[in-house]
């Protein structure tokens, strides 16, 4: 898959946010453990964008990479940001717009 426009790349990093929000369920196992829910959001108005994260346990990259299309002023929940006493994250490795029948052609889904 290719980008909108070679102008755009990196642009959409600008929309793309990580935020950390208590679960919604207090018996969840993320709240017992005292962290929050790691979600990332495309704030872009209009766009989808296709993004690729790498989750960091302890400071630690993980195998494996989250790719994934998410629509605009869509979020997606990664994980818990507390996991057995130590910190977890997501790193934003790319994104870029795409377009809808890009994404599902893919994906499969756009979330």
């Given amino acids: 898959m290719t980008p909108l426009s070679a102008d755009e790349d990196n642009v959409a990093d600008n929309f793309i946010v990580f935020k950390t929000l208590p679960d919604k369920d207090a018996n969840s196992d993320c709240s017992q453990r005292g962290g929050l829910r790691v979600f990332v959001v495309n704030t872009h108005p209009d766009k ?19 790719m994934f299309a998410l629509r605009q002023g869509h979020s997606q ?20 717009f795409i377009e809808a029948e890009a994404a599902i052609n893919r994906y499969g889904v756009i979330y």
């Avoid at 960091?56 to 195998?63: D, E, I």
């Fill in 77 to 96: 929940a990664l994980g818990c940001n507390i996991v057995m006493d130590s910190h977890q994250e997501w790193r934003l490795v790319s994104s870029y």
């Fill in 48 to 66: 989808i964008i296709d993004l690729s994260v790498d989750r960091y346990f302890s400071g630690v990259r993980q195998a494996g990479r989250s």
